[in-house]
């Protein structure tokens, strides 16, 4: 029986030190990094480049909001999900994000460790 590739994920963060933290919690499982930044600039050119499954993405960005990647990716690759995990977990951002295609949002006070689940759900739902 074979086992399924590794999930393709993409870090789009501001915080270098969130970045190593997920990077260290995702490793754990059956999850494999193949991009990271930290402006929307170079978070669209490293998605589009790296073809991630999924994109981990922060509201907040150097330069700029997450809102920008997610429309520009969304227009030029919309199977890719969206995953938003930020410390900006208000309602209003919150349905904004997941009205622009997002497929889930995480807040990082307090869904830390749920984020590998959803990542792997969020992946399962491109394959169906």
């Known amino acids: 029986m074979a086992f399924p590739a590794p999930a393709r994920v993409f870090l789009a963060d501001d915080s270098g030190l969130i970045r190593s933290r997920v990077a260290a919690l995702l490793g754990d499982h059956h ?11 170079a978070c669209i ?6 073809q991630p499954q999924v994109v981990v993405l922060d509201i907040q960005l150097e330069g700029g909001t997450g809102l920008e990647v997610l429309r520009s990716v969304r227009q ?46 969020a992946r399962a739902r491109l394959t169906h």
């Open 31 to 41: 999850v494999v990094v193949v991009g990271e930044a930290a402006t929307p600039q």
């Open 45 to 50: 050119a490293g998605i589009l480049a790296s």
């Open 76 to 121: 030029a690759a919309p199977e890719i999900a969206f995953v938003v995990f930020s410390n900006n977990a208000s309602p209003a951002y919150r349905k904004r994000y997941l009205f622009e295609g997002a497929v889930a949002f995480l807040d990082k006070s307090c869904d830390f460790e749920h984020l590998p689940r959803v990542i792997t759900d």
